[in-house]
């Protein structure tokens, strides 16, 4: 990859960034803060999302129940992370930010229920 262009989403600036990286080397332009190089950089060798979805559960009235990570999971590994989410079942009631993972594998990120199951028990 030589040049490429993107949007940084740092700062409410939104600066467009032309980023090229010849010989492993980092130059940005575009940016209007430091922000900038600094999400190039990340966004070019590290690359991580934040990854929502659901899990299914054993609760007829709450089948599905919403997840997320607690934060940031490599981009790379996104579909092995959602064959792992798409696994599990949860046989308990669970209330948002409870731990339903405590480590995705090969990550040091946890699995967190961001619903509440509790309010709607019969």
């Keep these: 990859m030589a040049k490429r262009t993107m949007t940084c989403i740092q700062c409410p600036l939104s600066c467009r960034l032309t980023v090229n990286t010849e010989n492993n080397n980092l130059e ?7 922000k900038g190089e600094e999400y190039a950089r990340h966004e070019i060798f590290n ?3 934040s990854l929502t979805s659901t899990v299914a559960t054993i609760f007829a009235d709450f ?3 919403p ?22 079942l949860v046989e308990k009631r669970l209330r948002p930010g409870d731990v339903i ?10 699995l967190i ?10």
């Excluded at 940005?28 to 430091?34: E, H, M, P, T």
């Excluded at 940031?72 to 792992?84: A, L």
């Design 28 to 34: 940005v332009w575009g940016n209007q803060c430091r």
């Design 113 to 122: 229920a961001t619903a509440d199951m509790c309010e709607m028990e019969v």
């Design 67 to 88: 997840v997320r990570t607690a934060g940031e999971v490599p981009k790379g590994r996104i579909f092995e992370i959602m064959e792992i989410i798409n696994s599990i």
């Design 47 to 49: 690359p991580t999302r």
């Design 101 to 110: 993972l405590e480590t995705i594998p090969g990550t040091s990120t946890p």
């Design 63 to 65: 089948p599905l129940l």
